[in-house]
């Protein structure tokens, strides 16, 4: 797996030229838009437009970073959606052990719920852990792990999935019955896509993928996004 890994590494490097060498990170990490120079990347941890509603520690900037791997399987979904004047925006990839904390802190403190109504309206606080929306330990922090979207190549425009991401409740499951049937196909396009270039989802969000030959697959990192 060492060799394979090491043996990627430089073929993509040979690709993508010398900007994939990232040495303010990991070893096997890189800034996606350094390999997908047009991404839309909206990291909503680094806003306030989260279930929070405040930026989250270890997010001090908007720059997306994901291992090597999984940033070249995105171009190739990128392209793909481009030759259909469609392109991919992503709200979160590589996430710190500290960020989870973070969800961990405020998800005990119970009065705390500025941002209720519009991520988990149905759903009581304290019941967030039990209904898994929220865990100890995400595969976000292990670099292969991303939440994203599609949207107009034209306008910048989400395509109508049916909740906004991070929505907690089954309306957000891929397999909820409840959508319009033009929200059914925008949800069915990009899982098709997602698993044609090599990424499992996460079936209660639509939103959620995982490259499935994860170069890092039990190891949870905490460095900063910067």
């Known amino acids: 797996m060492k060799f394979k890994t090491l043996l990627s590494t430089v073929i993509?490097?040979?690709l993508f030229g010398a900007s994939i060498i990232q040495k303010d990170l990991p070893k096997g990490f890189v800034?996606?838009?350094?390999?997908i120079k047009d991404l839309n990347v909206d990291l909503r941890y680094y806003s306030t437009n989260n279930f929070v509603g405040d930026t989250i520690d270890g997010y001090n900037s908007d720059k997306l970073i994901l291992t090597l791997e999984t940033a070249v399987k995105l171009k190739l979904v990128q392209e793909e959606l481009q030759s259909q004047n469609l392109c991919l925006k992503v709200f979160d990839g590589y996430r710190p052990q500290?960020?989870?904390?973070h969800f961990i802190r405020w998800a005990k403190e119970l009065n705390d719920t500025i941002k209720k109504s519009i991520f988990y309206p149905d759903v009581d606080k304290q019941n967030l852990f039990r209904e898994e929306y929220i865990a100890s330990r995400s595969g976000h922090s292990r670099g292969s792990t991303m939440d994203l979207t599609i949207i107009d190549g034209n306008t910048s425009i989400p395509l109508d999935m049916g909740t906004p991401y991070d929505f907690f409740g089954q309306e957000s499951w891929v397999a909820y019955q409840g959508l319009t049937e033009t929200q059914k196909a925008n949800r069915q396009l990009l899982q098709k896509i997602m698993?044609?270039?090599?990424?499992?989802?996460?079936?209660?969000?639509?939103w959620h993928f995982t490259l499935r030959e994860e170069p890092f697959p039990d190891t949870y990192f905490d460095f900063v996004i910067e």
Do not use: C, M, Q
């Open 12 to 14: 993509i490097g040979s």
């Open 31 to 35: 800034y996606v838009n350094d390999i």
């Open 98 to 101: 500290r960020a989870v904390n």
């Open 195 to 206: 698993l044609k270039h090599g990424f499992r989802n996460y079936p209660k969000e639509w």
